[in-house]
């Protein structure tokens, strides 16, 4: 309901309301039709919403697809920003953004499914912009490892760029098996067991020699932890 040509509080909170359900369905339809196969009518039909709504927000899918990138991504930017700025050391680092990866696809599957197929890998996404959007976050990290090879942390003949880019190409492969249903997603020991092997396999060719890895096992059936143990770190 509009006064004096201005929308009222409720009438500005029904159209977030409609905005989030369309964005929600995008992302479902997105994720079961691939960006190729998905119609404006299909997600006004999930979102229940009338066809005319959605382009209200937006004039296509693409922009549909641009919407569901820069909310699912940039919020996964600022985290990763949060945990490489901190005083951890760069293990912890490391297992902290790896966590934050797989806990994005245990809350949302789909929308990660979104982001590695559609967005990241699709020709049909602005490339110059998504290039760039895409790069912040290995830029973001770059400067942790600059920062571990500065204290001693990092092995030497480590390039921090390539570590960088090393770890999210390795968290984007592993998340790719379970959007692909080639690993076991459906338990959480499944996602965690993956989370460590990832960051230990990473961590073991990226410290300095003489560094120690605090080894954490995924919880077992019975909520209980092996004991903690330390390796020695190992170079490649």
Not at 137 to 148: D, K, L, N, P
Not at 164 to 179: D, K, P, R, W
Request: net charge positive; charged share 25%.
């Amino acid at each position: 309901m509009r006064r004096n040509g201005k929308s009222t509080p409720s009438a500005r909170r029904q159209d977030t309301e409609s905005y989030k359900a369309i964005l929600r369905a995008a992302i479902e339809v997105f994720a079961d039709k691939g960006y190729h196969g998905c119609r404006i009518s299909d997600v006004a039909r999930t979102a229940g919403v009338a066809y005319g709504l959605v382009y209200h927000y937006f004039h296509d899918k693409e922009a549909l697809l641009e919407a569901v990138f820069e909310v699912g991504w940039g919020g996964f930017l600022a985290r990763v920003r949060e945990v490489a700025v901190s005083a951890s050391t760069l293990e912890e680092k490391v297992r902290r953004i790896a966590q934050i990866a797989f806990e994005a696809y245990r809350r949302d599957p789909k929308a990660v499914k979104v982001i590695i197929l559609e967005i990241a890998r699709s020709p049909a996404f602005e490339q110059a912009r998504r290039r760039s959007e895409l790069m912040d976050v290995i830029r973001v990290s770059e400067g942790m490892f600059v920062e571990a090879k500065r204290g001693g942390d990092l092995n030497p003949n480590a390039d921090p760029l390539l570590c960088a880019a090393q770890l999210f190409g390795a968290i984007e492969m592993a998340l790719t098996t379970f959007v692909l249903g080639l690993a076991d997603s459906h338990t959480d020991q499944a996602l965690e067991r993956a989370q460590v092997q990832l960051t230990e396999s990473f961590l073991h060719g990226v410290l300095a020699a003489g560094a120690e890895l605090s080894w954490k096992e995924p919880r077992s059936a019975g909520g209980s932890r092996p004991t903690k143990q330390s390796r020695s770190a190992k170079q490649i």
